[in-house]
């Protein structure tokens, strides 16, 4: 079945929070120390920084959907709610995640196609994203779409500073 996609609402505050945290847990809980995640799960997935995003015209979430459960989402971001470069023409990815029950089954490939799409209709130049240097699954399907590496920068989970490969897709 071919999930849908949809724009998250603000009264879909508790699920998206339920999702960011289950999915953050499953993609990283291996391969880091577990206060640096807790500290950084607790700081970004709070219902007040959710919802303060949610409530951002510039940025937009969407949830990937499969008989009305969600298994995957995508935030992207314009103009000054982008994390970095905050170009004009510009369209930020700044996540994309999938339940681990569900990865390799292109729930990934629809969601980045619709911010593909939204970039488009924007009439934006590039899309841009980071990209944790020691996430090969996610750098291969970012490559696999088009996406070139272009800078590094760091990105800090909890106490461990980490290098982020940024990436961007010319449209
Ligand atoms: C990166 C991600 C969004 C891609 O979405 P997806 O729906 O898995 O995308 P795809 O179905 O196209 O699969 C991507 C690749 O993973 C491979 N794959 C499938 N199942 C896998 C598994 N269980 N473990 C590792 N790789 C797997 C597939 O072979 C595919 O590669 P291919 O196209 O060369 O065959 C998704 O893997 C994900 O949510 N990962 C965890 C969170 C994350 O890393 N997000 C990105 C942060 S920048």
């Known amino acids: 079945m071919t999930p849908t996609i949809v724009k998250v609402n603000k009264l879909q505050l508790s699920q998206l929070q339920q ?4 999915t953050f847990k499953e993609s990283f809980t291996d391969a880091n ?19 303060k995003e949610l409530s951002n015209p510039n940025s937009v979430f969407y949830f990937a959907k499969i008989n009305d459960q969600e298994i995957g989402y995508l935030k992207i971001n314009v103009g000054d709610a982008q994390t970095e470069l905050q170009e004009n023409n510009f369209l930020e990815i700044e996540r994309i995640y999938v ?4 990865i390799g089954k292109k729930v ?10 939204i970039a488009h209709e924007k009439n934006m130049e590039y899309i841009w994203l980071g990209v944790w240097e020691e996430n090969p699954r996610a750098i291969n399907f970012y490559k696999k779409n088009g ?20 990436m961007k897709l010319k449209l």
Do not use: C, N, R, W
Not at 99 to 102: A, D, G, H, I, T
């Open 108 to 117: 990934g490939q629809l969601l980045l196609e619709k911010a593909i799409k």
């Open 33 to 51: 120390h577990v206060d640096d995640l807790k500290e950084y799960i607790t700081e970004s997935f709070s219902m007040e920084k959710l919802s």
């Open 147 to 166: 996406f070139v590496a272009f800078d590094k920068h760091i990105f800090t989970i909890g106490s461990d500073d980490q290098i982020d490969i940024m």
């Open 99 to 102: 339940l681990e029950k569900f």
């Open 19 to 22: 999702l960011a945290i289950q």
